[in-house]
């Protein structure tokens, strides 16, 4: 009996998310972190050349209205804590973008000293959108498959961040944190 | 004034420098360390009132660092770097901040950046770089690549075995 309904309510609770995630995907607002490189790519998409808004995309100007981050081009070890600042403003649920080469795998700042390799590590990211720089055309179909993801329920970015949250947390202070030089015959 | 001319005027003034013209609109004066402040005063009293940046450059070889200021005047249109090379064990300078207020600036960050202490200069706390414990990333000897995979735990990249 108690079964039956415990299913009846997870029935009833995933058809709730479907119609949810159905309206989500039609209303996202943009914030766009752009103290990288490529921002440039972005004007092209929000006016009238591919205008992102008739797929109900808009940029939205605080982390605290926002549902995407964009995060454009390489993040140094400065940007990123203003970075998780800003991503934990946000409120759930909410999805990242990243954006170019470098939030992959550092791109051609891979053996810099500043510039974090791995973005994924520090704060989840749903979807990476390759290229150095990635065309307009490629962002928006990233958005559209962003929408897409959502829509089916495949974006958990933000679930992710709260399950692994102590890994994230270790990553991050990891980082910025540090007491001891990384490389030995640190300290000037 | 022709900038050949000019730097004959400076030459008669402080017979050990060395010049070089580049350009129509470019020279270089190499000058010994505890003489060089006595040429940035002249050249600031001879129209050279815009000092651009200071930057330092790394020759690990020869064991030294070369400090260059990099003067402008408005009045000739005219550009001079002043090289100055110093050791580059415990590398020290004098401050040039009696001669311009905002070499200050520039002075910290290439202290930051290289590890040069400019004797003189009251603040030289870290102006751009997050929580460093490292060497100063841009001398030399100091490995970027082992520094990123280590910070940044990349661990081995695709096609490299």
């Not at chain 1, 549902?67 to 600042?85: C, E, H, M, N, P």
């Not at chain 1, 170019?100 to 051609?108: A, F, K, L, R």
Request: contains cysteine.
């Amino acid at each position: 009996m108690l079964d039956k309904i415990q299913k009846d309510r997870e029935k009833r609770q995933s058809a709730w998310e479907a119609v949810i995630n159905y309206f989500r995907k039609r209303s996202l607002y943009m914030l766009h972190y752009c103290t990288g490189c490529g921002a440039i790519e972005l004007p092209p998409i929000m006016t009238s050349r591919w205008d992102m808004e008739r797929f109900g995309i808009a940029p939205m100007a605080t982390p605290r209205q926002a549902d995407i981050l964009l995060v454009t081009g390489y993040a140094s070890q400065k940007t990123i804590k203003r970075l998780i600042y800003t991503y934990e403003q946000m409120p759930n649920p909410k999805w990242v973008l990243g954006f170019g080469s470098c939030t992959i795998n550092g791109g051609i700042y891979w053996d810099s000293y500043n510039v974090i390799n791995k973005l994924d590590r520090y704060i989840p990211i749903d979807l990476f959108i390759s290229g150095c720089m990635p065309r307009p055309q490629s962002i928006l179909s990233a958005m559209k498959k962003l929408q897409e993801m959502i829509g089916k329920g495949e974006a958990k970015g933000y679930e992710r961040y709260k399950q692994n949250y102590e890994w994230y947390k270790k990553n991050q202070r990891k980082l910025l944190e540090r007491e001891t030089p990384f490389l030995d015959g640190g300290e000037k | 004034m022709k900038i050949k001319e000019m730097l004959e005027n400076i030459k008669k003034e402080f017979p050990y420098i060395g010049t070089e013209i580049q350009e129509e609109k470019q020279a270089r004066i190499y000058v010994c360390n505890d003489k060089f402040l006595n040429i940035l005063t002249y050249l600031r009293n001879e129209k050279f009132e815009h000092l651009a940046n200071i930057f330092a450059i790394d020759w690990i070889d020869e064991k030294e660092f070369e400090i260059n200021y990099n003067l402008w005047s408005y009045e000739y249109l005219v550009s001079i770097i002043v090289k100055v090379r110093i050791p580059r064990d415990k590398a020290k300078i004098p401050t040039a901040l009696n001669i311009w207020d905002h070499a200050q600036i520039y002075e910290r960050e290439v202290h930051e950046f290289f590890g040069i202490e400019f004797i003189g200069n009251p603040d030289l706390s870290p102006l751009f770089l997050h929580n460093w414990k490292d060497l100063p990333p841009m001398r030399k000897d100091f490995d970027t690549e082992a520094f990123s995979r280590k910070a940044f735990d990349v661990g081995e990249r695709e096609g490299e075995k």
